[in-house]
């Protein structure tokens, strides 16, 4: 799959969602090799999730290097965030972890893409329990 194909399904992802009240592309970039993408949506109960999603091409495989998505009310107050930032080594699910409620509060979590953010957002899953 193309790294141009990668961040157009997820602004259709975003574009499509019945939960994306609306949304902004903040940055994207694309080149033979990689891609990125910054965007912020505003959920239709007022909270705001922001999305940062980097892909890089190495030997015909295309892969979600980097990902932060960072769901917040619209008091500003963290909810949940998932990333796979390398600063949590004594989580089993390392690099992948999220962070609930408040900055320390680091839980094991999966492997996210924007798919699988916006089906919990879309659920109504509770706030404070989603992992």
């Known amino acids: 799959m193309p790294i141009r194909q990668c961040i157009e399904e997820s602004i259709l992802?975003?574009?499509?969602?019945?939960i994306v009240e609306?949304?902004?592309?903040?940055?994207?970039?694309?080149?033979?090799g990689d891609g990125f993408i910054r965007a912020k949506a505003v959920i239709t109960d007022?909270?705001?999730?922001?999305i940062s999603m980097?892909?890089?091409?190495?030997?015909?495989?295309?892969r979600l290097l980097s990902y932060r998505f960072h769901w917040q009310d619209e008091t500003t107050k963290l909810i949940k965030r998932w990333?796979?930032?390398k600063h949590h080594p004594e989580i089993k699910t390392f690099p992948?972890?999220?962070?609930?409620?408040?900055?320390?509060?680091v839980k094991e979590s999966g492997v996210m893409e924007l798919f699988d953010v916006l089906r919990i957002l879309e659920?109504?899953?509770?706030?404070?329990?989603?992992?």
């Open 13 to 18: 992802l975003l574009t499509l969602s019945p």
């Open 22 to 32: 609306s949304f902004s592309i903040l940055k994207k970039r694309e080149t033979e």
């Open 46 to 50: 007022g909270s705001l999730l922001e």
């Open 54 to 62: 980097y892909w890089q091409l190495t030997e015909d495989d295309l």
């Open 83 to 85: 990333d796979n930032a």
């Open 96 to 105: 992948f972890h999220m962070h609930a409620g408040e900055e320390k509060e």
């Open 123 to 131: 659920t109504g899953a509770e706030k404070i329990d989603v992992v």
